[in-house]
């Protein structure tokens, strides 16, 4: 397994119990080496949306102890923590339920309909598939066939 994603296993196993210490909901998270230096963006929400400032501050300082302390980055690092903003990266069941009868962009990781990429409003959710409305019909699409998915925010 390459650096960073060794990294961004063990920056997960410190941040997912900060995360749900806090109340908030780890949403997407990227780890970019350059040089010696690592650059670690963490994108975080409150179950129902709406982070604050100062939510945002409250993780960044706590993971920031975390991982100085257990994983001795030392101060070769920049740790960036935010909200992830209207067009929330989709990756999980509750994402997509949220987001029923919104537009959606998905990224899949086979072909559906003949496409890899596509538009949708999302119809509904079951335990492991997304229900589509899309200019090729409606079309059912198992959760772990979705690489990424984005609200469209127009």
Do not use: H, W
Not at 70 to 98: C, H, Q
Not at 104 to 117: D, H, N, Q, S, T
Request: proline fraction near 3%; aromatic fraction near 4%.
């Amino acid at each position: 397994m390459e650096r960073n994603a060794v990294l961004q296993e063990d920056i997960l196993k410190c941040a997912r119990p900060i995360c749900a210490g806090l109340g908030l909901e780890l949403v997407e998270l990227t780890v970019r080496a350059f040089n010696d230096a690592l650059s670690i963006e963490l994108l975080a929400d409150l179950p129902g949306g709406g982070i604050s400032f100062e939510e945002c501050a409250r993780l960044n300082r706590a993971l920031d102890k975390e991982l100085y302390e257990t994983l001795k980055l030392g101060d070769n690092y920049t740790l960036e923590v935010s909200s992830p903003g209207l067009d929330r990266p989709l990756t999980g069941i509750a994402d997509f339920r949220r987001n029923t009868g919104r537009r959606i962009r998905l990224f899949l990781r086979e072909r559906v309909a003949g496409k890899m990429e596509m538009d949708a409003v999302v119809k509904g959710v079951t335990d492991a598939e997304v229900l589509l409305e899309t200019k090729f019909g409606d079309l059912s699409i198992g959760v772990d066939k979705i690489e990424r998915a984005r609200q469209i925010v127009i």
